[in-house]
């Protein structure tokens, strides 16, 4: 079997995991801090996917210690293939969410402090941040996943 930096087992995997649940976390506390989140349909659409997306990574954060350390985990293709399937789709609603959140904040920054105020929208800009960052590592691990399936 090949061995594929980054893919699920690996300590590459793991950092990916990590990184994933650190800025999905950051994400929803940032969001979470002001309480008026709630009356844009796309910033709870943010906190909703980030909700699901951190401790999806957390989990398969925890297998791939278990991994790492222990080194005993067999890799079969249905596992791989549902924590593919998993990733892709949580990858695509965090990008959509971090999408949605970054041009609503932006459109309500332009609309001046009276809609948005600066501390407050720095706040949700910098969520929508730590979105796209769990984003991109989140399409990283399907990417590496994808790579690892024809060898299983």
């Not at 079997?1 to 995991?17: D, H, I, K, N």
């Not at 932006?106 to 796209?132: D, K, N, Q, T, W």
Request: net charge neutral; charged share 5%.
């Amino acid at each position: 079997m090949e061995q594929v930096p980054g893919a699920f087992g690996t300590s590459a995997s793991l950092a990916l995991r990590f990184g994933q649940t650190l800025f999905s976390s950051a994400s929803l506390l940032f969001m979470c801090f002001q309480v008026e989140f709630y009356s844009y349909t796309a910033f709870s659409y943010l906190v909703t996917v980030m909700g699901l997306v951190a401790p999806w990574s957390f989990l398969l954060a925890l297998v791939d210690a278990y991994s790492v350390f222990i080194r005993c985990l067999t890799r079969q293709q249905r596992v791989v293939s549902i924590i593919v399937m998993g990733d892709f789709v949580l990858s695509f609603l965090s990008l959509a969410a971090a999408s949605s959140t970054a041009s609503v904040t932006s459109i309500l920054h332009e609309a001046g402090p009276l809609y948005c105020p600066v501390p407050i929208c720095s706040r949700f800009e910098l969520s929508a941040a730590m979105a796209f960052l769990s984003w991109f590592l989140s399409f990283s691990s399907v990417l590496f996943n994808l790579w690892l399936l024809p060898s299983l």
